[in-house]
């Protein structure tokens, strides 16, 4: 479970885990199932009255998860909405007289409906904001050439000259009006050197259909505009968006127009042709490759101001949700080497730096920060020539700082904050967590006849015996696993498991299986067995959630 939410509670009942079978079970596996449960829980297998009143209560749950999933209209529900949707008499779907088809076609189509419900409520903003920072003086060659006789220097002359050189500021509203129509205001200003400007957006954007859209944009401040721009999918492989924009200058009106020509290579490439004309012309073309963990951009630009060649390489670690880019680009301005990293530091959040070093630009070092849709940008000028110093502290103190930044507060934050969440979960969910467990126990009980059988008949034939099986918050170091107090000894229901020397658990929690509970509700959480199979040892440890197969040769522990 995730431990966002404060008001987390306990998971609603899994049927398919009870049963122990997977989502997509045929009927012969559900009535399986469901006889294997009823020759444990059946309250005439018990003749103690203490046990029957238990077994009743087991047997009765079987019976529900049993009743709901042979019946097509019911699992149909259930499989869209759990529980809830079928304690709901005037739900808007339970239309007995449908198939499971249309009642799963139907619920797609509420749930679009609902979805789009919520658009409609939502203004999706987005903003973005820059400081340009100017520290060339950090790293000035020239500090020795001062012209000391001119003046006599003061006490803050010793300290760099460190400035914001420019500011953007932009920020963004939607407003949807129908399905098919949205209207967005959007408005920008920016300053430099102590002169600056601004300007407001508005645009209606319609949908035609999935394969084309038109929008149309007013701008007011920096000199009016108006532009049109339109997107239309021509084939399976190709597509195209462009438009044309008036700007009205006191000189006349200066026309623009921009195309896009896109073609899709192949699965992961897709090649682009560009031009934009008006004052400025320039016409490019540019082939994008992207899979699972590589991306690359190759771009060429011709026109004014400059024309260029640019080459842009991404590397995706998704384990550690972190990307490396390296980007070279060359042309009449001169020549530029990018290099950095991006890494998602939170749910919402991305961090991302990188170092740029070129002629005549020299040394920058540019930091953004992404949080849901507003982008906070830092580029920081460092010096105006290559020179190694600010090359060395650009690549090495951004790695620093966020290291410590996030070992020293960050990390100990969040670990303070989840174990607060978390306990609060607990708190919130504690007579219910005592009812699990409580049945858990009983349900333990009630297999106890099952269990010496089965393990007396696994031992006769030296197949597989359970030795010890624990479930809750289990830490794994170095293959040995370190057990917290917030486990359940599950060694009884494992064993009832097996069948003919075989035991398979499917792809669900196994905190619904009979016999099981969550003791660490919010965590992660682990099974681990220890078990005997020809005699030979064998221990393994899987997540929450993961398949289990036993016997396996690669659960063999070396015994000495």
Known sequence: M?????????????????????????????????????????????????????AEVMFNKTKRAYEVLSDPHQRAIYDSLGTKGLETEGWEIVQRTKTPAEIRAEYEQLAEERAERRKKQATNPSGNITIAINATDLFNPYDEILLEEEYEPGILSSFANVEVSSMQFSQSVDFPLTQKDTCTLSGQLHTQNGTGGGGVNWSWRHLFSNRSWAEVEATAGSGPALSLKAFRTLSKRFFWNGGTILQFTPEGIRPGIMSTLAMQIDKHSVGYISYHGGVRSLFATQIVRDTENNRYNFLIQVGLPHSFVQLQYTRK???????????????????????????KVSKHSNLAFSVVCGVPAGVKLKIRLTRANQVYSFPIH??????????????????????????????????EEKSKKLEKQKQNNFSKLLEKRKEALAAQELMQATYTRIRDEEEKRKGLVIIKAIYGKIMRESGDSEVSSDVLDVTVPIQ?????????????????????????????????????????????????????????????????
């Open 2 to 54: 995730d431990a966002d939410s404060d008001e987390e509670t306990v998971s609603e009942e899994d049927f398919y885990s009870f049963l122990n079978i997977p989502k997509e079970a045929s009927k012969e596996e559900i009535n399986n199932a469901y006889r294997r449960l009823s020759r444990i829980y059946h309250p005439d297998k018990h003749l103690d009255p203490t046990l029957k009143s238990k």
């Open 317 to 343: 670690m998704i384990t550690q949700e972190l990307k490396v880019k390296l980007a070279v680009k060359m042309g009449t301005f001169g020549g530029v080497v990018e290099y950095g990293l991006e890494k």
């Open 382 to 415: 460092l010096c105006e020539e290559i020179m190694p110093s600010p090359i060395f502290y650009a690549t090495v103190v951004p790695i620093i700082v966020y290291v410590v930044v996030k070992k020293g507060f960050v990390e100990p934050f969040l670990k």
């Open 496 to 560: 009832c498991l097996v069948k003919d020397s075989k035991l398979i658990i499917h792809e669900n929690s196994k905190s619904e299986l009979p016999g099981f509970f969550d003791p660490a509700l919010g965590e992660e959480k682990m099974l681990h067995i220890i078990y005997n199979y020809h005699e030979q040892p064998h221990e393994v440890t899987v997540s929450d959630t993961e398949a289990l197969r036993l016997p396996k040769t690669a659960h063999r522990t070396n015994v000495t």
